[in-house]
């Protein structure tokens, strides 16, 4: 999905629906349930197949998401939702969700960070990384992303915005070799 797609359908409603979060303080709310709505999505491919898909009417589409959030969200953000689908944009749902993500991020002053990691990891290693995002760029709060990858050996690589930290085996792997051709020259 293209920046323009992001500038025209999906930052309008994430920042309506923060708007909305923000009159009636429900913005904390709102973060943690889009959050289990994205996780949703993440986990049914089915539940994405049917939002997207031309063959299922707007009034299945609204059922479905009344019976799978109905009774777990706020009423204002299931209201939304059948919103979205009245305006035949529920295709956009997944993306809309990250963008109220990203927009609430930057209000409470979190930074997230993707961590690629061989194994998962503990509390205590979540902790210390979020520590060490903390350190270097000054931010109050930390948010994880985590992506298993055995590929990396070891270690874990983390990127926060522009900023990538490779602590990975592999990536230390490939530094000795450009070491080692540089020295061969």
Known sequence: MGRAVAA??????AEALMSLAQSKDLVDRF??????????LED???????LVSPVYSSQHKKLLLSQIFGNSVHPLLSNFLLLLVDRKRIEFL?????????LFR????IELAEVTAAVELSSDQQRSVKDQVKAMTGAESVELSITL?????????IKVGSQVLDASIRGQLRRIGVSLNRASV
């Not at 049914?44 to 049917?50: E, G, I, K, M, P």
């Not at 997944?94 to 990203?102: F, M, N, Q, R, T």
């Open 149 to 157: 990858d055995p590929t990396i050996i070891g270690g874990i690589i």
């Open 106 to 109: 930057a209000l409470k002053k």
């Open 31 to 40: 973060g943690e349930e889009i959050s289990d709505i994205l996780k949703t």
């Open 94 to 102: 997944a993306g809309i969700g990250h963008s109220y993500k990203v």
């Open 8 to 13: 025209e359908i999906l930052d309008p409603y």
């Open 44 to 50: 049914s491919a089915d539940l994405q197949q049917v």
